[in-house]
């Protein structure tokens, strides 16, 4: 049976949401929505949890459209990023201790924004971002579905239709790529004179690429 032009296929509505249509979007979501969640519900027993897990999977999916092209079994992927977000809830949920208001340590406080913070979560999350934008579509791709997503190298293999090896080889180009922007980013704004600000700048370096998977 076609589809009609009212019913486009999930592929059609792919290319589109690439291209930041928002009505391809609402109409995509519609689509897998109630599917996803009663998927969701699965793995955590609790409706409002399953909600956020799902909520989250359609957020990073918008967030990343410009690379879903290269995503060859966009179910494939769905389902199983709504499994790993699913199962990252339930795990905080059976972590996390029940404390009551009298357990909390009067002395409590929050840590302050120091400039050398500020700069590990502002400036260098920038180059980051930078860097990663910089890479090969497929490329990148890969590296925000292991990084961003928690994807296992099998399962990236499985939802663009590559081999595991292919997804090995992708991912040692794009941290090494990376590697070198956030080298070459700490080298000019590195000071001969500013010994403090060098050092943050190292600590920062080695924090940012220890994230990525990286040995400074």
Known sequence: ???????????????????????????????????????????????????????????????????????S??????????????????????NQ????????????TVEPMTPERELLTVELQAQIQAAVDKLPPQCKAIFRLIREDGLKY??????MG????????QMGIAIKKISAE????????ASPTATAANRVLRIALSVALTTIGVSA
Not at 73 to 91: F, G, W
Not at 97 to 108: I, K, T, Y
């Open 182 to 189: 956030l080298h070459h980013y700490v080298r000019l704004r």
């Open 73 to 94: 079994h966009i179910t494939s992927y769905l389902y199983i990023a709504v499994r790993n977000q699913a199962l990252n809830y339930r795990q905080k949920m059976e």
């Open 154 to 159: 099998r399962e990236v293999a499985e939802i």
């Open 1 to 71: 049976m076609q589809m009609n032009a009212a019913s486009p296929t999930t592929e059609e509505l792919v290319q589109r949401i690439a291209a930041d249509d928002r009505q391809a979007f609402a109409l995509f979501f519609t689509r897998y929505h109630g599917k996803l969640l009663t998927f969701a519900m699965h793995y955590v027993r609790a409706r409002e949890l399953a909600e956020e897990a799902v909520a989250d999977v359609f957020l990073k999916l918008w967030q990343k459209r410009a690379t879903l092209t290269a995503v």
């Open 162 to 169: 590559i081999s595991a090896k292919t997804v090995e080889v």
């Open 97 to 108: 201790p029940n404390l009551s208001l009298e357990d909390v340590p009067l002395g409590l």
